[in-house]
């Protein structure tokens, strides 16, 4: 498998994880945001939306997403489970990690912030709205983690809402975010951070850390 990310990526940082806790091997490949290497055009052809990451398969295909090529891994190579068994807590789980995928993260995006920017408003400006959204999200997202579950977010092992938060959590820091009021986000964050497979996936672990 290829993994096509970039090392602040937060969407390929959440691949990485998955792919190091179920132990599964990727050659990595590296397309640089901040100098429109994913709107190359042989990135194009693998992904048209010009999004990161992308996984391309040992047979060819290409998966794109997040959430879903995190999905697949879990179906293709379902231990160590990345969802709990019980169809109503996998849901809750899911819920969880695309309120983070879905809501919060986008607005981080370099492509949003700059149609932000080209729409009038100024850095300071786009950055602020970057981090009001944030907090709110993340703030809901304290809620939504049962009180008594730990030490990660859903429970005794890591998972699909865990592989979410400690990149997301990353970037709120990156915008200045306070987070001294999200105890339960921050002691889920300090388990996963102890583990190798969280550790290996960190930006500054990547070849293209700069």
Known sequence: MI???YYRSTAAWRVRIALNLKGMAAEHRFRHLRRGEHRAPDYLA????GLLPALALEDGAVLTQSLAICEYLEEVQPEPPLLPGPPLARARVRGFAQAIAC????VQNLKVLNRVKALGHSQEEADGWAREVIAEGLAACEVLLPDAAGPFCFGAAPGLADLCLVPQLFNARRFGVALE???RLLAAEAACLALPAFAAAAPERQADFE
Do not use: E, K, R
């Open 103 to 106: 809501d919060i993260h986008p």
């Open 3 to 5: 993994l096509h990310g």
């Open 46 to 49: 693998l992904n048209p939306q």
């Open 181 to 183: 009021a999200l105890p």
